[in-house]
């Protein structure tokens, strides 16, 4: 079942941890690096392309600048950023360059997913980069990026990237073995789950908070992104990178880690994009009879379901939509912006022009902007 899977693909997305890669001065780790690269390198020569998502800039900055806490302030943690991407490509770059692969760094914020043209030019660029046979490393731009415009953590953007890209599988490389039935660190009798169908809300209870004290992520994170990562049609495999050699061994099909499985009915890239990397500036809310017709498949928002709309944006923003009961249930990406809303909620899509005195449309979210969660 796994290596059924595991076997057809041609392009990964490997994220790596802050934990595994630096060692216990919080300095990197230079022959771990290098054992990855040669790992990357037979992936390579497989015909398989990869792309790296890496974590490790803060905590390689803050040992250099003498940190020995995790940096307290924003500004601190940024600045360690600064100083440790360098450092991590620097190291990544040598490591690669003997095995005879190129490397490119990457730096992205949420806004430069969000915004659709940049969006598109990231994904242009990684392809020019992959047919030039060289391997993208991409991180948060964490040196400028503020709350609002995070990703979170290296999770959540190794999963927008994988959908960025199009792979077919996450490979998302920790310090635990995968994910386990209990806290392992608890229960001495826990077991590793081979293989997920689809993450269950008890499991998402069971992986908790972050595991680590260097990165940001937790296995919480990490089921969040196997399922963003499903959403787009891929399966993520989590595993213990400490030894990178398991990767390659893991596609052939032995039983390392925990495979999840992409989701039975996966969303186009544009959809995912919408429902996952779009930052939404506003609330649409409807009335019961919409909520139940907008939960089948392939249906418009018009304005006559619509109750309340919050927020101030623009059309063509992202929007969350709410049912009867507050829950939200869909997102999409409006035609009409909010205060236009504020005018025809409630009324037939054909009394828009008489209303506004034009009309973009009947619609307020079009089917092909509109996703349900
Ligand atoms: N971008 C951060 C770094 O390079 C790591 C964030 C994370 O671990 O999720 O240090």
């Given at each position: 079942m796994r290596s059924e899977h595991l076997k057809i693909i041609k392009r990964i997305v490997i994220k790596i941890g802050s934990r595994i890669l630096t060692d216990e001065d919080g300095n990197l780790d230079r022959s771990w690096i290098s054992a990855l690269a040669s790992e990357v390198a037979e992936l390579r020569r497989k015909n398989i392309e990869v792309i790296m998502v890496s974590s490790g800039a803060v905590a390689a900055g803050r040992t250099l600048m003498g940190i020995?806490?995790?940096?307290r302030t924003i500004p601190q943690k940024q600045a360690a950023a600064a100083v440790g991407q360098p450092l991590l490509m620097h190291e990544y770059e040598m490591a690669l360059r003997t095995t005879g692969y190129k490397v490119a760094q990457i730096l992205l914020t949420r806004d430069d997913l969000a915004d659709r043209q940049r969006f598109l030019n990231a994904r242009a660029t990684i392809d020019t980069l992959l047919e030039f046979g060289i391997i993208p490393?991409?991180?948060?731009?964490?040196?400028?990026?503020?709350?609002?415009?995070?990703?979170?953590?290296?999770?959540?953007?190794?999963?927008?990237v994988t959908n960025l890209v199009d792979a077919g599988l996450l490979a998302?490389?920790?310090?635990?073995?995968?994910?386990?039935?209990?806290d392992p660190r608890?229960?001495?009798?826990?077991?590793?789950?081979p293989l997920v169908r689809s993450v269950t809300k008890e499991m998402e209870r069971s992986a908790g908070g972050s595991g680590s004290s260097v990165g940001t992520g937790g296995m919480a994170t990490k089921l969040s992104a196997a399922k963003k990562a499903g959403k787009s049609g891929a399966a993520t495999l989590i595993l213990n990178g400490k030894d990178?050699?398991?990767?390659?061994?893991?596609?052939?099909?032995?039983?390392?880690?925990?495979?999840?499985?992409?989701?039975?009915?996966?969303?186009?890239?544009?959809k995912h994009w919408?429902?996952?990397?779009?930052?939404?500036?506003?609330?649409i809310y409807v009335d019961e009879g919409a909520g139940?017709?907008?939960?089948?498949?392939?249906?418009?928002?018009?304005?006559?379901?619509i109750t309340r709309v919050e927020g101030n944006f623009e059309r063509g923003s992202g929007v969350r939509i709410y049912d009867h009961e507050g829950i939200e249930f869909a997102r999409g990406v409006t035609d009409y912006d909010s205060s236009e809303i504020s005018l025809i909620l409630g009324r037939?899509?054909?009394e828009i022009e008489d209303i506004l005195g034009y009309r973009y449309g009947d619609e307020i979210i079009h089917r092909d902007n509109f996703v349900l969660l």
């Open positions: 020995t806490e995790r940096p490393i991409i991180n948060e731009n964490d040196t400028v990026a503020v709350e609002e415009i995070k990703f979170g953590d290296n999770d959540n953007l190794s999963a927008l998302i490389l920790t310090d635990i073995d995968g994910l386990y039935d209990a608890l229960k001495p009798d826990a077991r590793l789950i990178p050699g398991i990767l390659s061994q893991a596609l052939q099909g032995a039983d390392f880690g925990t495979l999840f499985l992409p989701a039975a009915r996966s969303l186009s890239s544009r919408i429902a996952f990397t779009v930052r939404p500036k506003g609330r139940r017709v907008l939960r089948q498949e392939g249906r418009s928002l018009l304005p006559s379901g037939k899509s054909a």
